[in-house]
C-alpha cells in the first residue's frame, strides 16, 4: 500500500536560483539588507501589496510577531488571542512581557470571536495591551474589524503565517495600520525554508522593526532602541525570489487540491453525515487541508485509522495553547468552541506532487465503519 504522508515540502530547485547564487558570488554581500534582499521586499510589495505600505523581511515568523507587538503594545499586561493557534503565539507575547488571555473562536470559521473579544476588551480595559488575531489556516481576515480597533487607540498584530498568496476579497490590507506577519517556513505554501515578514500600511512602523532586525542600529550604527538579529542571508532572498517567479503556479495546484478535496467529500456524502469545513474568505492556497469529523466523534479515531491505512494525518491544532503546560495558567474566556473545535479537527495531506487519486484514497477512508 502507497504511504501517503502528510506533509512533502517542495522548495524550488537550484537550478531557479543560481542565477541569484552568481550574483551573490559577484557582490560579496551575504546578508545585511544585501542586493538580493532589497530586490525580494521590493518585489514582495509589488506583486502583493498594490506597492503600498511598507515590508520588511525578518528570519522568521516568529521573531516577525516579538518584534511587532514589542513596537505597537501600549501599556497594559494582556495579549488577547485565540488559544486555537500555534504556540508561537503567545510565546511571541510572552517574550514581550506579557501574559496572554485566550479568547474562543468562531463555530465556523474558527477565527477569534469579535463579540467574546469586545466582551474581554470591555472587561479588561486598559490591561488589554495588544490584541493578536489568528489568520485560521490561512483565511482572510477581518481588517475592517480590527481597523475599528486601531481607532480605539487597540493596537492589533495579526498572525498570518498561512495567509501569503491568500486571495483578498473586498477589502484593501494596504490601508491596514496594525501589523501582519506571515511566515515562509518550509512546510507554507510560500516555503523557502525559514524566513517570514512583516507587513504594515504604516511605513514608520516598518522602518523602525527594521532598525530592531539588526540590533537597533540607528543610520550611525549605535543602538538607538530594543533590537536583536533578525535578518535573512542573501542566500535566503535567492530562494524567495527565485519562489516568487513561480508562486503563482503553486498557488494554482494547492487551489486545485483543494477543489479535489471538496469534490470527494460531496462525492462520498460525508459533508451531509456530519463532517464540515472550515468557512473560509478569500481563496487559499491550502498548507493542509482542515476538516471536522461529526460532533459524536473524536480526531483521534480517524488519526489511528488512517494510519493503518497508510495515511499520515495531523489534528492542527490539538491540543488548543491553554492545554499546553507551558500556558495552562493563563486568563481566558470559557473556551467551549475551541475545546469542541480542537477536539475534532484532522488536518488532511497537501502537497504539490499529491494526486487527485490520492485525494480520493484519503477522503474514502474517512467513512466510518
Not at 20 to 39: A, C, V, W
Not at 165 to 193: C, L, M, N, P, W
Amino acid at each position: 500500500m502507497e504511504y501517503i504522508p502528510f506533509l512533502k515540502p517542495k522548495l524550488v530547485p537550484k537550478q531557479y536560483y543560481q542565477r541569484y547564487l552568481d550574483e551573490i558570488d559577484e557582490s560579496r554581500i551575504y546578508t545585511n539588507n544585501g542586493p538580493l534582499n532589497k530586490r525580494f521586499e521590493e518585489r514582495i510589495l509589488k506583486e502583493h501589496f498594490n506597492h503600498t505600505g511598507a515590508v520588511v523581511t525578518v528570519s522568521n515568523a516568529t521573531i516577525g510577531l516579538l518584534l511587532a507587538i514589542s513596537q505597537l503594545k501600549r501599556q497594559g499586561k494582556y495579549a488577547l488571542m485565540p488559544s486555537f493557534t500555534f504556540p508561537a503565539t503567545p510565546l511571541s507575547a510572552m517574550w514581550c512581557g506579557l501574559e496572554p488571555y485566550y479568547i474562543d473562536i468562531d463555530p465556523e470559521h474558527w477565527c477569534m470571536d469579535e463579540h467574546k473579544l469586545e466582551l474581554a476588551l470591555e472587561k479588561l480595559g486598559d490591561e488589554a495591551a495588544v490584541v493578536v488575531p489568528y489568520a485560521t489556516f490561512g483565511t482572510q481576515f477581518d481588517l475592517a474589524y480590527y481597523e475599528s480597533l486601531i481607532r480605539r487607540g487597540i493596537p492589533v498584530v495579526i498572525d498570518a503565517a498561512s495567509s501569503f498568496g491568500t486571495t483578498t476579497e473586498e477589502q484593501d490590507i494596504t490601508s491596514f495600520r496594525g501589523a501582519i506577519v506571515y511566515s515562509f517556513h518550509a512546510t507554507k505554501s510560500f516555503g523557502i525554508g525559514e524566513g517570514g515578514i512583516v507587513y504594515s500600511g504604516d511605513r514608520e512602523l516598518i522602518q523602525s522593526i527594521r532598525r530592531s532586525t539588526n540590533f537597533g542600529f540607528n543610520e550611525d550604527r549605535s543602538s538607538g532602541q530594543l533590537g536583536l538579529n533578525g535578518k535573512i542571508s542573501e542566500y535566503t532572498a535567492a530562494v524567495g525570489l527565485a519562489t516568487l517567479d513561480v508562486f503563482s503556479e503553486k498557488i494554482k495546484i494547492r487551489e486545485k487540491i483543494g477543489e479535489w478535496y471538496k469534490e470527494a467529500l460531496n462525492d462520498y456524502k460525508l459533508l451531509e453525515s456530519g463532517w464540515k469545513v472550515q468557512a473560509i474568505a478569500g481563496k487559499i492556497a491550502y498548507q493542509f487541508y482542515p476538516v471536522l469529523c461529526p460532533d459524536d466523534q473524536e480526531n483521534r479515531y480517524y488519526v489511528d485509522k488512517l494510519q493503518a491505512s497508510a495515511i499520515q494525518v495531523r489534528t492542527y491544532f490539538s491540543p488548543p495553547c491553554h492545554r499546553h503546560k507551558m500556558f495552562n495558567s493563563h486568563p481566558r474566556t470559557s473556551l467551549a468552541v475551541t475545546e469542541d473545535i480542537s477536539r475534532r479537527i484532522l488536518s488532511l495531506p497537501v502537497w504539490e506532487d499529491i494526486r487527485q487519486e490520492q485525494v480520493d484514497r484519503i477522503v474514502r477512508s474517512l467513512i466510518h465503519e
